[in-house]
């Protein structure tokens, strides 16, 4: 049975630091390509950030510098270190995983930036 877990949400004041991961089960996580995406209220789902097996990875402009992407293909785990939030970090975070064939998502965990 395919997992992904999301953890680490939470409400964080403005400037502040979380750490979100995604625990992975149920298929070959060094095979697939995973990534963060992130939906606010009334916005549609956009891509914050993903890395392939190797640690190439990628982000969306309003994150880069911000947030790091990472993996570690021992624990089935991937993580997303998040720093200077701003409100508009506000939103759902999801954990996508990409295969050859298939693609699953979590569940996502919430995020709030606010004082």
């Known amino acids: 049975q395919v997992q992904l877990v999301e953890s680490g949400g939470g409400l964080v004041q403005p400037g502040g630091s979380l750490r979100l991961s995604c625990a992975a089960s149920?298929?070959?996580?060094?095979?697939?390509?995973m990534s963060w995406y992130r939906q606010a209220p009334v916005k549609e789902r956009e891509l914050v950030a993903a890395?392939?097996?190797?640690?190439?990875?990628n982000y969306a402009d309003s994150v880069k510098g911000r947030f790091t992407i990472s993996r570690d293909n021992a624990k089935n785990t991937m993580y997303l270190t998040m720093a200077s939030l701003k409100p508009e970090d506000t939103a759902g975070y999801f954990c996508?995983?990409?295969?050859?064939?298939?693609?699953?998502w979590g569940q996502g965990t919430r995020v709030t930036v606010s004082s």
């Open positions: 890395i392939i097996s190797g640690g190439i990875t």
């Open positions: 996508k995983a990409r295969g050859r064939k298939y693609l699953y």
């Open positions: 149920g298929f070959t996580f060094s095979s697939y390509v």
